[in-house]
T-cell receptor, first 114, second 113 residues
Framework: AQSVAQPEDQVNVAEGNPLTVKCTYS??????LFWYVQYPNRGLQFLLK??????LVKGSYGFEAEFNKSQTSFHLKKPSALVSDSALYFC????????????FGKGTMLLVSP | DTGVSQNPRHKITKRGQNVTFRCDPI?????LYWYRQTLGQGPEFLTY????????KSRLLSDRFSAERPKGSFSTLEIQRTEQGDSAMYLC???????????FGPGTRLTVT
């Protein structure tokens, strides 16, 4: 079975500081990995994905994520946080061979203070 | 491209009643997914369609739940004999193929009283 762990329920960071939201995964084969963001009263919005290739993936709104196969991690990062980045972030995984559906983590609330 | 739309946005129903939700995916997206999200949790997969064929159903999808996607366009999710435990946000998503990212609608919030 595939699974995702987001070990932090909440991450607090000051505006202008770098941020990291952690994600680890478990799949039987090779993973496809995704990050989504959810703002209040809005649907999930796609941020970025890792399919294959470079381990550092760049996405929307200045976010990036680093795929680390040995540590089975896919942490979300941004060099300089904005107050408007405050939202709920979800990591998701699917196995390349086998499950065709996404498994999501429980989410991490990011709070960026002015 | 108007995005994924879902109707209604909110539904309050009494226990034992039937409810039906509709999802209109992004045009030309051949895959359509249904998820359920409860407070403090990530979306949980319910079922998905490739065109009009329902290819996979989660064990979360009890026999009170049924989904259709006639003609491979919009989809409906029906819950019969609703229970209080069915209260949740029901999310629809669509994608082009299996590899690409899924685009989510705003969801339908169901409250069963």
């Amino acid at each position: 079975a595939q699974s995702v762990a987001q070990p932090e329920d909440q991450v607090n960071v000051a505006e202008g500081n770098p941020l990291t939201v952690k994600c680890t995964y478990s799949v039987s084969g090779n993973p496809y990995l995704f990050w989504y963001v959810q703002y209040p009263n809005r649907g999930l919005q796609f941020l970025l994905k890792y399919i294959t290739g470079d381990n550092l993936v760049k996405g929307s709104y200045g976010f990036e994520a680093e795929f680390n196969k040995s540590q089975t991690s896919f942490h979300l990062k941004k060099p300089s946080a904005l107050v408007s980045d405050s939202a709920l972030y979800f990591c998701a995984v699917r196995d390349i061979a086998g499950y065709s559906t996404l498994t999501f983590g429980k989410g991490t609330m990011l709070l960026v203070s002015p | 491209d108007t995005g994924v739309s879902q109707n209604p946005r909110h539904k309050i129903t009494k226990r034992g009643q039937n409810v039906t939700f509709r999802c209109d995916p992004i045009s030309e997206h051949n895959r359509l997914y249904w998820y359920r999200q409860t407070l403090g949790q990530g979306p949980e997969f319910l079922t998905y369609f490739q065109n009009e064929a329902q290819l996979e159903k989660s064990r979360l999808l009890s026999d009170r739940f049924s989904a259709e996607r006639p003609k491979g366009s919009f989809s409906t999710l029906e819950i019969q004999r609703t229970e209080q435990g069915d209260s949740a946000m029901y999310l629809c998503a669509s994608s082009v193929g299996a590899v690409n990212e899924q685009y989510f609608g705003p969801g339908t919030r169901l409250t069963v009283t």
